[in-house]
């Protein structure tokens, strides 16, 4: 007799698939409404879960966000990979990683506001903190793996630390979220000035 797939399938797998979907959906409602103002009822009544269903996968939404922001980061820490690997000089990987910090902000603002407020939560809410830490080291690293192949390109080494280039183009991409989500046409425009002119700074002087 055949045994199908979906009989193989262990029941963590299924317990995992629906927490996925239960992030999915906690993600669009979190990004309208933010930290605060989405309670665990409102996350469940803008999706097709119940409330009850919800509270099974997750004791409370504090659980439920540090989950869904987990899930969401993993899928974004390699945005900037196909970037590096397409890469054949240093101007050109410059333009791509401009082109694809605009591209991300056009399409994902919801979502990196919500970054930003969690972030910001996690110096208040000690159960955040943890998985903040860790999502912002793992996007320290996506950031440094541009920078070391820019530095390769260039024929120079980096003058900044891991921490420091990250922080740096953070404050930039964050101050162009501001002014995007604020209705501030020249938002991007001005990012991509910034990060032309700021990413050769990273590097040590010719």
């Known amino acids: 007799m055949t045994v199908t797939k979906q009989a193989r399938r262990a029941p ?6 629906r927490r996925d979907q239960l992030a999915e959906s906690a993600l669009r409602t979190l990004g309208e409404l933010g930290y605060a103002r989405a309670s665990l009822r409102e996350i469940a009544n803008n999706s097709e879960f119940s409330h009850g269903v919800v509270h099974y996968y997750f004791a409370d939404k504090l659980e439920l966000v540090v989950y869904s922001v987990r899930y969401y980061k993993a899928r974004c820490v390699t945005r900037y990979d196909g970037v ?7 101007e050109g990987l410059l333009d791509a990683f401009a082109a694809k910090l605009v591209e991300t902000v ?5 979502m990196h506001c919500l970054w930003y407020d969690l972030r910001t939560q996690s110096m208040f ?13 793992t996007l320290e690293e996506m950031i440094w793996r541009v920078i070391s192949r820019y530095a390769e390109l260039a024929g120079r080494p980096p003058a900044m630390t891991p921490a420091a280039a990250y922080g ?8 162009a ?24 700074l990273t590097l040590s002087p010719a």
């Open 84 to 90: 590096v690997a397409d890469a054949t000089d240093a």
């Open 106 to 110: 056009q399409e994902e603002a919801a």
């Open 177 to 200: 979220l501001l002014g995007y989500v604020a209705g501030d046409e020249a938002a991007l425009e001005t990012l991509v000035e910034q990060v032309h002119a700021l990413m050769p």
């Open 125 to 137: 809410e000690e159960r955040l903190r943890d998985a903040v830490v860790l999502i912002d080291k």
């Open 12 to 17: 963590a797998d299924k317990h995992d698939e």
């Open 168 to 175: 740096v183009l953070d404050g930039l991409f964050q101050q």
